[in-house]
């Protein structure tokens, strides 16, 4: 099974930011990695995928890179809009695995 | 507009069994993989099941292997989740997924949950 070890747990942004969030596999996973948002009370909402590729209709401030074992999710110029929980997701082998989650809160 | 809708949720004393639901609609139901993920109080997502557009598939993770049953009833455009002898751990949020049209690279679209709570 690879584990993916997200980090921060947490972390607190100014408006205008450059933020990164973390995600390293425990074992080499190729570009298998996507990005999700998750609003309390809403669906969560697709990012990143193959862990570089903006999903349609994301807003350009977001942005993935990595291969291997070692990937992040960069969002420039945060929001408020952009408060939430994301979390990493790794779809190399079954059983597919999450990184333990981020969330962000905007002062 | 895809949409993803759980329910069946609720109380359950460890020992007993649920039976979730997830009706979907906005997409032709039948094409896809679907999933059940599922998220405790305070930890991370975890990964449960998934299975094959036509239900011939299905994959578990090891510690609900045996308990529960993913299914699918492609008429209805809904996936469902049996879980029996449920226990304490099993208390979480449980989501559906879609997973991507290609099958393998990842989840698209999620419900947004229905509550399980195992406990005496």
């Known amino acids: 099974e690879t584990t993916l070890t997200q980090s921060p747990a947490f972390m607190s942004a100014t408006p205008g930011d450059k933020v990164s969030i973390s995600c390293k596999a425990s074992q080499d996973i190729d570009d298998d990695v996507n990005w999700y948002q998750r609003k309390p009370g809403e669906a969560a909402i697709f990012l990143i995928q193959?862990?570089?590729t903006l999903v349609p209709g994301i807003p350009p401030r977001f942005s993935g890179s990595g291969y291997g074992t070692d990937f992040t999710l960069t969002i420039n110029n945060i929001e408020s809009e952009d408060a939430a929980y994301y979390f990493c997701l790794q779809h190399d082998t079954l059983p597919w695995t999450f990184g333990q989650g981020t969330r962000v809160e905007i002062k | 507009e895809v949409q993803l809708v759980e329910s069946g949720g609720g109380l359950v004393q460890p020992g007993g069994s649920l039976r979730l639901s997830c009706a979907a609609s906005g997409f032709t139901f039948s094409s896809f993989w679907m999933h059940w993920v599922r998220q405790a109080p305070g930890k991370g997502l975890e990964w449960v099941a998934n299975i094959k557009q036509e239900g011939s598939e299905k994959h578990y993770v090891d510690s609900v292997k045996g308990r529960f049953t993913i299914s699918r009833d492609n008429a209805k455009n809904s996936l469902y989740l049996q879980m029996n002898s449920l226990r304490a751990e099993d208390t979480a949020m449980y989501f559906c997924?879609?997973?991507?049209?290609?099958?393998?690279?990842?989840?698209?679209?999620w419900g947004q949950g229905t509550l399980v709570t195992v406990s005496s």
């Open positions: 997924a879609r997973a991507t049209s290609d099958g393998w690279y990842g989840l698209d679209y």
């Open positions: 193959e862990a570089t």
